[in-house]
């Protein structure tokens, strides 16, 4: 299904992919990037997007009930998870899962303090935008620390991964720019830092990789390919084919968490119970009511 354009540097592939509906082009395209100048994510906030981590966007042209599309983002979330737990030591890649409603995060090992087992490191963050008739879907996923994609170094301890990048393809009014194949070299330090949203990174869960660009690739093609069958069976069968698997997977549910709206204001407290059908967080309020939330930002209190 997936035409793969990839290319070394761009503003945004979410752009790329925007004016690609604009353009009437079919369901399928994705555009890839090794990194992004003008990256940004959900709610349009500003996205990082050095060299090291893999940027692309779909172009998604599905025929559902317009109510069906907020909750698109939850399932590319469960693609990504599903593609994320295929590349990563197996004892790592049960304590990655989707936080509602648009992140895939790492979990820190039980054996850390209360504080730190509450705190999760994001692995991927997804955006969703309707335009031109048609659904623009960004994800971006930490692979390689910045840092460590810049160095010549390379351990042999990072095997070579299935994979490969396919020729760049030049996009007009945008200059590209021509990245050597560096390798990254295994750090001295754990690269994990205390503190909410702190990023982990896929080589440091067991992705092995031989360069960086290998590595993207991989990832990228891992993820399109666990994403397929799910956006087939959420678009004949809508969310509620997968609120179990949600469940099944979630950072949030039995935390007490705090909604915050795009300005930071508080608009519900609650003890997280799961999602519903139509993909809301529910939440179970200090007077017994269940209360379904459609939008926001879950804070763990």
């Keep these: 299904m997936f035409r793969i354009r990839e290319l070394n540097s761009v503003d945004s592939t979410n752009n790329q992919v925007k004016c690609a509906l ?27 997007s050095p060299f090291g981590g893999m940027y692309q966007s779909l172009l998604l042209r599905p025929r559902v009930p317009a109510v069906q599309l907020p909750t698109l983002s939850l399932v590319v979330g469960l693609g990504v998870r599903d593609a994320l737990v295929g590349l990563v030591s197996a004892e790592r890649a049960q304590r990655i899962k989707v936080k509602w409603p648009n992140d895939v995060v790492y979990v820190p090992h039980s054996g850390q303090s209360a504080e730190q087992s509450l705190t999760f490191q994001k ?41 490969h990048l396919a020729d760049s393809a ?7 720019e021509d990245f050597s194949p560096n390798r990254f ?19 440091d869960l067991g992705l092995d990789a031989a360069d960086v660009q290998t590595a993207v690739s991989c990832v990228g093609d891992a ?4 994403f397929f069958p799910l956006y087939n069976r ?12 949600f469940s099944a997977h979630a950072a949030l549910d ?13 608009t519900q407290v609650g003890v997280v119970a799961g999602v519903d059908e139509y993909g809301r967080l529910l939440l179970q309020t200090s007077d017994g009511a269940r209360c379904p939330v459609s939008s926001g930002e879950a804070h763990i209190l």
């Design 22 to 48: 604009e353009a009437g082009e079919a369901e399928g395209l994705v555009v890839r990037a090794l990194r992004q100048t003008g990256g940004y994510g959900r709610q349009g906030r500003a996205w990082s």
């Design 123 to 163: 692995l991927c963050g997804i955006s969703l935008e309707t335009h031109a008739g048609g659904v623009c879907v960004g994800i971006g996923v930490n692979v390689v620390p910045p840092e460590r994609a810049a160095c010549a170094g390379y351990s042999l301890e990072y095997a070579a991964c299935a994979g």
């Design 170 to 176: 030049a996009c007009a009014n945008h200059l590209t």
């Design 185 to 203: 070299a295994q750090p001295s330090h754990s690269s994990w830092v205390a503190g909410k949203n702190t990023p982990a990174y896929l080589v």
């Design 223 to 226: 993820v399109l390919q666990s």
């Design 234 to 245: 959420w678009c004949e069968q809508g969310f509620a084919a997968f609120v179990d698997e």
């Design 254 to 266: 039995g935390k007490e968490v705090r909604i915050a709206n795009i300005h930071g204001g508080v």
